[in-house]
């Protein structure tokens, strides 16, 4: 099970605003560093997508919680990451949801199941269950 997952953005506060409303979450600040927003669900799991600034980058330190952060040049459109997350939401919702930031959101087949291609800040892919989607997904675990 995933907990949190971070994510590279260029808008830390508006991409986490905008997954609030993906994810029926409230945004934080993360403590260890500014700049960087939290995403938390509230659900059962302590659930949160936390939104770092594309342009810093954690590395190993010797202090107590050994994460350091380091300042990385921004020039790639897009990074190796994604996310598949269900959400409480139907299609129409998500999609709208996107449009309203100007992120591209699309149906999308992964083969046994369907998902919500959700790319924040274009850059970035959350793949999205609906509930329906979901089970679905579940499903198509067990028969594998």
Do not use: K, Y
């Amino acid at each position: 099970m995933i907990h949190h997952i971070s994510i590279p953005v260029r808008d830390p506060r508006g991409a986490a605003d905008v997954l609030a409303l993906v994810l029926d979450g409230r945004v934080a600040q993360f403590r260890p560093h500014d700049g960087v927003w939290t995403v938390w669900t509230d659900d059962e799991h302590g659930t949160a997508v936390e939104c770092f600034p594309r342009t810093l980058a954690m590395v190993p330190s010797d202090d107590a919680s050994g994460v350091g952060f380091v300042d990385v040049p921004d020039d790639a459109e897009s990074v190796a990451i994604h996310a598949l997350i269900s959400v409480n939401h139907s299609i129409d919702d998500l999609l709208a949801i996107a449009a309203d930031a100007g992120w591209r959101a699309e149906v999308v087949s992964r083969g046994p199941h369907d998902a919500v291609a959700f790319w924040v800040e274009n850059s970035v892919l959350l793949e999205l269950l609906t509930p329906e989607m979901a089970a679905e997904f579940r499903r198509s675990l067990r028969s594998d």
